[in-house]
């Protein structure tokens, strides 16, 4: 008996990422196989062909960063802060091949502009310095109003001053990922209480209290003694400085001075310029 048949193709495909299982056989590379089934009488009558992909390609990794001075939108999702995304690239055989990681990173800068002292008197020295809130670096780029500032250089983050009026303070700065901020502070210089107490007697006697013969100013700077010096009866000068902090124990050469009345010269320059002297007498008693 004669059949007169012809054999089947049956093409079957299988592919996996790396290693593939199949048939109870592990497969780490690309195959191709043939199977061959037979009718009852023993002639072939499909031939069955398998064909194994494997993708065995490592992923790629990719970093990408993006710096941004203001809210971003990607993928229309607000970025507010620095932050990741992941995307997953995928091959032919559906398999990872590519990690991209694209970092936001923010680079705008917040300035912070202050004053020392905060509240100066009128013609008083001051200092600005600028900062940033979040330590990040920056350059500035200008102080304002321009004639104010003689030294524009990029570097110079402090300036000094002395205002006779009151003056808004601006500051231009620029981040290293040129994004910009201004900073702002209104100066309003105070005037100068130019009142002065001497006491007319004092006792260095160690108990603490009214030991030193030193003026009494109503403002604790914005002064400075040109000369505070002490005399007694017959004209010898028994203490001098010029030292704002520094007052006459009752002391001369050493020793102990005597009890009696001292004649004072003092002589006192404001940050406005002006020259205040005041003399008088003083009683030491022990």
């Known amino acids: 008996t004669v059949i007169a048949l012809t054999p089947q ?9 790396h290693a593939l299982s199949y048939g109870g056989r592990l497969f780490t590379r690309d195959t191709m196989f043939v199977d061959t089934l037979a009718n009852y009488l023993g002639c072939d009558s499909l031939y069955r062909l398998t064909r194994v992909r494997v993708d065995t390609l490592q992923p790629s990794v990719i970093h990408t960063d993006t710096t ?4 971003f939108w990607f993928n229309n999702i607000l970025v507010q802060k620095d932050t990741t ?5 995928f091959s032919l055989l559906h398999c990872d091949s590519v990690y991209l990681f694209r970092h936001i990173r923010f680079g705008s800068i917040q300035l912070a502009l202050e004053a020392s002292p ?13 900062t940033e809130r979040h330590h990040r670096s920056f350059e500035v780029m ?3 109003p321009a004639e104010l500032f003689l030294n524009q250089n990029a570097g110079n983050k402090t300036q000094s001053l002395r205002l006779s009026q009151p003056t808004e303070i601006m ?4 981040s290293t990922h040129q994004c910009w901020d201004t900073a702002r502070i209104v100066i309003l210089p105070q005037d100068i209480d130019k009142s002065i107490k001497l006491p007319n007697a004092f006792s260095p006697n160690g108990d603490g209290r009214n030991d030193v013969f030193l003026p009494k100013l109503a403002i604790d700077r914005a002064y400075r003694f040109r000369s505070f010096q002490v005399f007694n009866r017959w004209g010898e000068l ?4 010029a030292h704002s902090q520094l007052g006459w124990d009752g002391y001369h050469k050493g020793q102990p001075a005597e009890q009696g009345v001292y004649f004072y010269r003092l002589q006192i320059e404001f940050a406005d310029g002006s020259l205040q002297t005041i ?3 003083v009683t030491l008693i022990r």
């Open 68 to 71: 941004v001075c203001n809210v």
């Open 9 to 17: 193709w049956d093409t079957t495909d299988v592919s996996g990422c």
């Open 142 to 144: 200008k102080w304002m």
């Open 171 to 174: 500051v231009i700065a620029r």
């Open 279 to 281: 003399s008088g007498e």
């Open 118 to 130: 905060d509240t100066p008197y009128l013609l008083e020295p001051f200092s600005l310095t600028v």
């Open 238 to 241: 028994v203490f001098s400085t």
């Open 85 to 89: 995304f992941i995307d997953t690239l």
